[in-house]
C-alpha cells in the first residue's frame, strides 16, 4: 500500500487566492482526518469524516476554510480566500475506524505558504 | 482550550542516556494515548500507545508510563540514539477523536 497520499507537497500563493488541498486515504480505512500544524500550537485537528460523512468540523478555523470527501478514496481542504495567517504545514491522515486502536497513518503533509 | 499539553518544547539529551517526554491531560474521557513521532519533510508516525487500563507499556527501548490520577504520561526512551532526534507529539483519543500536544523537539547529541 502507498499509504495516505497528500498533493501539492508545497503550495507558495498569494493572500486571496484559492487553495485546494488533496488526500487519498489508505484503502479500506473508514475515517479521514485533517490536521494543521504550526509552531505555536502544534497538530490542530480541524475536521475528521467517518464513512465519507463530516463528524466534527469544530476545529475548522473559520467559514474560509471547507472540507469535502466525496468519495471513499478522495478528499480536498478548500481555502478561499487564502490569508497568510493560514501559512502551516497540512496533513491528512485515515484510520480504520475500528475502536481501540486509534493509529493514524499520516501523509507527508502539504507545507502551504500564503504571501 | 488545549486537552493535551507538552510543557517542554524542547530537550537535549547525550546519546546513550534517557530521554523523558513528558504529556498532560485535561480531560478524563480520554481512554487511549499515544506518541507519535516526526521527522522533518515527513508525516508523523505512531511510536506506541498505552490504554488507559495500563500504566506501563513496552518496546524496546521505547517505554510508555500512565499516571492516571495525574492525568500525565511519559515516553522513555533508553538508550537515546542519534536517530532518535525528532519532533514527539502526545496524543490522547477518546471514541473517533485523537487530540494531539504541541509537540517536543527532541535532539541527542553524540
Known amino acids: 500500500d502507498a499509504g495516505v497520499i497528500q498533493s501539492p507537497r508545497h503550495e507558495v500563493t498569494e493572500m486571496g487566492q484559492e487553495v485546494t488541498l488533496r488526500c487519498k486515504p489508505i484503502s479500506g480505512h473508514n475515517s479521514l482526518f485533517w490536521y494543521r500544524q504550526t509552531m505555536m500550537r502544534g497538530l490542530e485537528l480541524l475536521i475528521y469524516f467517518n464513512n465519507n460523512v463530516p463528524i466534527d468540523d469544530s476545529g475548522m478555523p473559520e467559514d474560509r476554510f471547507s472540507a469535502k470527501m466525496p468519495n471513499a478514496s478522495f478528499s480536498t481542504l478548500k481555502i478561499q480566500p487564502s490569508e497568510p495567517r493560514d501559512s502551516a504545514v497540512y496533513f491528512c491522515a485515515s484510520w480504520t475506524g475500528n475502536s481501540g486502536a486509534n493509529v493514524l497513518t499520516f501523509g507527508a503533509g502539504s507545507r502551504l505558504t500564503v504571501l | ?110
Open chain 2, 1 to 110: 482550550d488545549q486537552q493535551v499539553k507538552q510543557n517542554s518544547p524542547s530537550l537535549s539529551v547525550q546519546e546513550g542516556r534517557i530521554s523523558i517526554l513528558n504529556c498532560d491531560y485535561t480531560n478524563s474521557m480520554f481512554d487511549y494515548f499515544l506518541w507519535y513521532k516526526k521527522y522533518p519533510a515527513e508525516g508523523p508516525t505512531f511510536l506506541i500507545s498505552i490504554s488507559s487500563i495500563k500504566d506501563k507499556n513496552e518496546d524496546g527501548r521505547f517505554t510508555v508510563f500512565l499516571n492516571k490520577s495525574a492525568k500525565h504520561l511519559s515516553l522513555h526512551i533508553v538508550p537515546s540514539q542519534p536517530g532518535d532526534s525528532a519532533v514527539y507529539f502526545c496524543a490522547a483519543a477518546y471514541g473517533n477523536k485523537l487530540v494531539f500536544g504541541a509537540g517536543t523537539i527532541l535532539r541527542v547529541k553524540s
